[in-house]
């Protein structure tokens, strides 16, 4: 069974990309798109045979968005000192006035440290071809660069592309996949040195925080679709920013976070301080036990607060206001839930999304403070590369745009799902509750995978 995209929609689409051969172009970013019937866009995704791969799902919105194939592309690698300038640089060459055309991308937890082949320090793309519903909207689109190309060629190029489409199969049934070792960097003995250096009295004096990571390397058996993959976990995390970005065959880095970085719709800028965890009860009554009991602690109330005034800190010379919730509130998800605060600002009218991720992110909650002295110690420590994990990913134009902080995420390579958490040491944490606090993190995703 294949699930069509209407061949009315792909000629429609391809009428509307001839017109321009003999129209002259003032913006070197045009958009084109038609509306289409409801599709999976999930399993259209897993479907293509194009690279790259992105798929984009929003918290707080009904809006989702499938991609392929590339008509821009901008990557940093760690030979870059002034990130801010030269992505600056790179979106204002090539961004549009159309609200419509979005980069899609994401920036590394470290820049200055190695990250992944092929995702780079930073990387952002604008697709040749999106789907996107927003409601139960469906919108086919297709992007063209005349920057780079000729209009000719632009529209070859986009055509070529179109042409190598192919229909949405339905999502395959996931198979059992066989667990055949575990590797955890840094290790049970490891993690609890690190903890015990973190919390020494005259370390945590000057940094009162450090977000520890640890990398769980499952060797597989077998191929795993990461679109599956995802799939399953967007069904048990479903009020989740769910983001996947593949460049090549090779690797594909998924996940389903519930931590945002920073939504913009123009001046206005919505953040949070998501911090401080405890799991979810066996029933109502248990759960909300143990809410009040996360509400009341005052190791995880502190970890809350401390991230809260490190955002209205860094956002303060930004903006013309800055406000944040005094009390923190829970915010659930299937196996754990977390202390909320939610913050705003009004942006100065010169501030643009480099200068954003570049303040907020990594935010307190990722990494420690202050900022520098914890993710020095992360990088000399920690044992690992994290790539794009606790990353910021997500998608902008000049009109809006939002980031989600790359956290309960996975790495898909061949014969191994590398899989990643953390958890904040400060003042009075404990390390076989953090490491307990790690499995916590992982239990959704690994349950799927046990399933698989």
Not at 41 to 68: C, F, H, N
Not at 304 to 322: A, D, F, G, T
């Amino acid at each position: 069974m294949t699930i069509p995209l209407l061949p009315h929609a792909i000629k429609s689409l391809t009428d509307k990309l001839l017109s321009f051969t003999h129209q002259p172009q003032a913006d070197p970013i045009v958009q084109v798109s038609v509306d289409i019937s409801a599709i999976p866009l999930m399993a259209w995704l897993a479907s293509q045979s194009i690279y790259p791969r992105l798929y984009w799902k929003g918290r707080d919105t009904e809006e989702e968005v499938a991609a392929v194939g590339c008509c821009n592309d901008f990557m940093f690698g760690e030979d870059v000192d002034d990130f801010e300038m030269s992505a600056r640089y790179q979106a204002q060459r090539n961004l549009t006035n159309n609200q419509n055309v979005r980069y899609y991308g994401g920036v590394a937890f470290d820049r200055k440290h190695e990250s992944w082949s092929e995702f780079g320090q930073a990387r952002f793309i604008l697709p040749r071809v999106e789907l996107r519903r927003s409601g139960d909207v469906f919108t086919l689109l297709a992007n063209l660069n005349f920057s780079e190309n000729s209009v000719e060629q632009e529209i070859a190029l986009t055509l070529k592309t179109i042409a190598q489409l192919n229909k949405a199969k339905p999502l395959s049934p996931p198979n059992k996949v066989k667990l055949m070792a575990r590797n955890d960097k840094p290790n049970r003995h490891r993690w609890t040195e690190l903890v015990n250096k973190v919390t020494h009295s005259q370390f945590i004096q000057q940094t009162p925080k450090v977000v520890l990571s640890r990398q769980t390397q499952l060797e597989i058996n077998e191929h795993v679709d990461p679109w599956t993959l995802l799939a399953c976990w967007q069904g048990r995390n479903p009020n989740s920013f769910q983001f996947g970005f593949q460049f090549s065959p090779e690797r594909a880095f998924i996940s389903c976070t519930p931590e945002r970085l920073y939504r913009r719709r123009q001046r206005e800028l919505f953040t949070e301080a998501l911090a401080g965890t405890t799991v979810r009860g066996l029933n109502q009554e248990d759960d909300e036990a143990l809410a009040k009991a996360l509400l009341t602690d005052i190791k995880n109330s502190h970890e809350n607060q401390l991230v809260r005034q490190q955002i209205v800190s860094v956002l303060s010379p930004l903006s013309h206001y800055v406000g944040a919730e005094e009390l923190p509130t829970i915010f659930k998800l299937s196996h754990i839930q977390h202390l909320h605060r939610a913050i705003r600002a009004e942006l100065k009218s010169e501030i643009n999304d480099f200068q954003l991720i570049e303040a907020l992110h990594p935010t307190p909650a990722v990494g420690g403070l202050p900022k520098a002295a914890a993710i020095h110690f992360i990088r000399q420590q920690e044992g690992y590369a994290r790539g794009w994990y606790a990353g910021a990913c997500g998608y902008f134009n000049k009109h809006e745009s939002e980031f989600a902080v790359a956290i309960r995420s996975a790495l898909i390579e061949p014969g191994r799902i590398n899989l990643f958490a953390g958890a904040g040491i400060v003042a009075g944490s404990e390390p076989d509750k953090e490491w307990c606090e790690l499995e916590n993190k992982l239990a959704t995703v690994l349950s799927i995978l046990t399933e698989l």
